[in-house]
C-alpha cells in the first residue's frame, strides 16, 4: 500500500505534525487538544473545525445558546446541556473552534471572559495555536493531534512528552518507518479482533496511538498493512 497522502498540521503548541497516511482513503475529520495546569488550577480545551460547536450541542449533548461574548475581538458562544449536567463555551475563529467544556450549568459571563483571555490564539489554515498569556504562570501540560480516516480509523498523535511516555521500553514489531506494540482494550483481552486492541507505533520523531474502526469495510490484512506505511513526524514550530 503506497503512500498517497500527507498531512502537514500545526499543534496548538505551534509545533509542527506531518502525517504520512498510507492508501487513498479520505481523511473525515482533524482535531485536537491541549490541556493547561498551574497550581492546582488545570483547564483543556478541543479543537475542531468549524461547526465543532453547533454539532456538539446538536448531536453529542444537546445543548441551547445561553451567551455570546466577544474576546480580542473574537467571538465565544457558550451553551448549556438541556439536562443542565454541562456546559460548554467555544471561541469561534476563522477556520478553527476552541472548546472547554464546564460540569453543570453554564458559568458566569466573567469567569468565561476571564478563561478566554488568559489565552493566546492564533487560528491558522493548518491549525490553531493556543497558548496561555505569560502573566497567568500557566503551562501546556499535554497536547495531541487526532486524525480519523474512513473505514481504517483514528490515528491520535501526543507532543513530544506524552510521546516518550506511551512508548514501551521493550522492541516493538517492526513497521516501515518504525515500531508497534499492540495491547487488549480493558475487559476484551482474549478477542481477537482489531478493534478490541490499541496499537502505539513509536517513530524517530514522534509516535501515535492508532484504533482501527470496526467498519466491515475493510480487511485486518488491508488495515494492518495501513499501520505498516504510517508515519508521524513531530518537529518544533
Known amino acids: 500500500m503506497t503512500t498517497a497522502q500527507r498531512l502537514d498540521l500545526v499543534a496548538p503548541s505551534g509545533d509542527r505534525v506531518a502525517i504520512a497516511l498510507p492508501g487513498d482513503r479520505p481523511v473525515s475529520s482533524v482535531a485536537a487538544a491541549v490541556r493547561f495546569a498551574g497550581g492546582s488550577y488545570g483547564t483543556g480545551f478541543q479543537i475542531g473545525p468549524r461547526g465543532y460547536h453547533d454539532f456538539a450541542c446538536a448531536h453529542v449533548a444537546p445543548a441551547r445558546t445561553t451567551d455570546r461574548i466577544l474576546v480580542h475581538g473574537r467571538e465565544v458562544v457558550v451553551a448549556e446541556a438541556r439536562d443542565g449536567e454541562s456546559s460548554l463555551a467555544t471561541l469561534v475563529g476563522v477556520h478553527h473552534e476552541l472548546m472547554t467544556v464546564y460540569a453543570g450549568p453554564a458559568p458566569r459571563r466573567d469567569r468565561v471572559f476571564a478563561l478566554f483571555d488568559s489565552l493566546r490564539v492564533e487560528d491558522r489554515v493548518e491549525g490553531m495555536v493556543v497558548r496561555p498569556r505569560t502573566a497567568t504562570l500557566l503551562d501546556t501540560m499535554s497536547e495531541n493531534v487526532v486524525v480519523v480516516v474512513k473505514d481504517?480509523?483514528?490515528?491520535?498523535?501526543?507532543?513530544?512528552?506524552?510521546?516518550?511516555q506511551l512508548v514501551p521500553a521493550h522492541a516493538g514489531a517492526k513497521t516501515?518507518?518504525?515500531?508497534v506494540w499492540k495491547t487488549p482494550l480493558p475487559g476484551v483481552a482474549a478477542s481477537t479482533r482489531l478493534a478490541d486492541h490499541v496499537f502505539v507505533v513509536g517513530f524517530a520523531r514522534g509516535a501515535a496511538e492508532v484504533h482501527f474502526s470496526d467498519s466491515a469495510?475493510?480487511?485486518?490484512?488491508?488495515?494492518l498493512d495501513w499501520l505498516d506505511g504510517l508515519e508521524v513526524v513531530w518537529s518544533a514550530g
Open 152 to 164: 481504517f480509523g483514528s490515528v491520535s498523535v501526543p507532543g513530544p512528552t506524552q510521546a516518550r
Open 176 to 179: 516501515r518507518h518504525g515500531e
Open 217 to 223: 469495510a475493510r480487511t485486518d490484512r488491508e488495515r
